[in-house]
Antibody, heavy 120, light 112 residues
């Protein structure tokens, strides 16, 4: 059974950088036809796809986040990460990591989510 | 960006009765591969989303067969044949045909 777990600070000051890590167990981030997503959900609102990254670093980001987002994979630790620069209160949300599979679906296994609050 | 519009935004259903949720996309979701990457997720209170259906109508592993889905092009539907108490939550459609992937606003399902 694949499991994902988000970790990182629960409070970030504007305009600092939000950094989160997702640790994968029961599966490998190096799997060829899988990719690794970040999705967020502001309190009481709908889901927003942030982007995804493959094991080799290929990534695709939501243009709404402009140039503030980057993702990476650490195959040695079986983890992948999210960095979001210049955060504001609008970035306050529960952040989820999830696994996707090429030509199938975008999220079969999800982490429990971690609430990140942006406040000074 | 493809906009996903769900209706209704909330629904109260009697236990054992059917429920239906619609999702409409602003553009066709048919991918160049010929597949249509339309998924449905269930989010129970305080839980992460759970994949129910992918590629319009494929039920994910472990999902009860009372959940079914259909559609094509821009119009899609999720149906629950007989609602149970554990089905309470918010349901989202999501398209993964075109970047950026986008979700519907969510439909809140309650028991009447």
């Amino acid at each position: 059974q694949v499991q994902l777990q988000e970790s990182g600070p629960g409070l970030v000051k504007p305009p600092e950088t939000l950094s989160l890590t997702c640790t994968v167990s029961g599966g490998s981030v190096s799997s060829y036809n899988y990719y690794w997503n970040w999705i967020r959900q502001p309190p009481g609102k709908a889901l927003e796809w942030i982007g995804y990254v493959y094991y080799d670093g290929r990534a695709n980001y939501n243009p709404s986040l402009k140039n503030r987002v980057s993702m990476s994979v650490d195959t040695s630790k079986n983890q992948f990460s999210l960095k979001l620069n210049s955060v504001t209160a609008a970035d306050t949300a529960v952040y989820y990591c999830a696994r996707g599979k090429d030509y199938e679906f975008a999220g079969d296994y999800w982490g429990q989510g971690t609430l990140v609050t942006v406040s000074s | 960006e493809i906009v996903m519009t769900q209706t209704p935004l909330s629904s109260a259903v009697t236990l054992g009765q059917p429920a239906s949720i619609s999702c409409r996309s602003s553009q066709s979701l048919v991918h160049s591969s010929g597949n249509t990457y339309l998924s449905w997720f269930q989010q129970r209170p305080g839980q992460p989303p759970r994949l129910l259906i992918y590629k319009i109508s494929d039920r994910f592993s472990g999902v009860p067969d009372r959940f079914s889905a259909s559609g094509a092009g821009t119009d899609f539907t999720l149906e629950i044949s007989r609602v149970e108490a554990e089905d309470v939550g918010v349901y989202y459609c999501m398209q993964a045909t075109q970047f950026p992937y986008t979700f519907g606003q969510g439909t809140k399902l309650e028991i009447k």
